[in-house]
């Protein structure tokens, strides 16, 4: 799949609550400045092109955690590169990872909006929300295109939970029925060894991260 540079519109988030701590939103090369050792799950040891029912217990390295769907199953789409997209059964479902080990405060991963036949679609957003174990939570709109866009976050305070809904299904509207979809994870809680490493990233698959300050009552309108 063909990816483009996306470029970098955006970098703080807006902290929610009164814990205080501080959130970086990361590209690839930063990412991997980071946390050059982070653990990764690929997902490839999930069956494609079926249901799966969740919630599924994972392993990132030496980092545990969750993911499903909110109100129904997930779904996994062969990815072409020998690992799995995953993505939610139901378009209007969220798409929830939680129950991370202990101290985990970095998370990367690709993400996409997939139609009913694992099609990326343009002009789509995604809510990213984030909530760490000090009881902040942190809202993010991202714009998608075709292409997978790697988001990369580091915070200071450990990761509690993390989830990916669409607001907006781009130019199609409804009939698109596109879902939030994770191509790969990686987790660190900045102490990971060797042998974990990221791959670096190449000229088709360096991605800066595109993101869109919108608040929730000022979704983008379709083109016609």
Do not use: C
């Amino acid at each position: 799949m063909k990816l483009r540079l996306i470029s970098l519109l955006g970098l703080g988030l807006a902290l929610a609550g009164s814990a205080r701590a501080d959130l970086t939103l990361l590209d690839a090369p930063a990412w991997k400045a980071q946390y050059a050792h982070a653990g990764h799950d690929n997902l490839a040891d999930l069956p494609a092109d079926t249901v799966l029912n969740g919630p599924l217990q994972r392993q990132a390295g030496r980092h545990g955690y969750q993911v499903d769907s909110t109100q129904h199953a997930l779904y996994g789409f062969a990815d072409g590169q020998g690992g799995l997209t995953l993505s939610t059964e139901a378009v209007l479902d969220r798409l929830e990872l939680n129950s991370f080990s202990a101290g985990v405060t970095g998370l990367a991963g690709w993400v996409s909006a997939l139609d009913l036949f694992g099609e990326s679609r343009e002009h789509v957003l995604v809510q990213l929300n984030l909530t760490d174990v000090l009881g902040a939570s942190f809202q993010r709109v991202l714009e998608l295109s075709f292409e997978p866009l790697f988001v990369g976050l580091h915070s200071t305070a450990a990761l509690q939970s993390v989830s990916l809904s669409v607001l907006d299904h781009g130019a199609l509207g409804h009939l698109s029925y596109v879902s939030p979809a994770l191509g790969g994870l990686w987790l660190s809680d900045g102490q990971d060894g060797p042998g974990q490493n990221v791959p670096e990233p190449t000229p088709l698959a360096l991605l800066g991260l595109g993101l869109l300050a919108l608040a929730l009552q000022r979704r983008k309108t379709p083109a016609a």
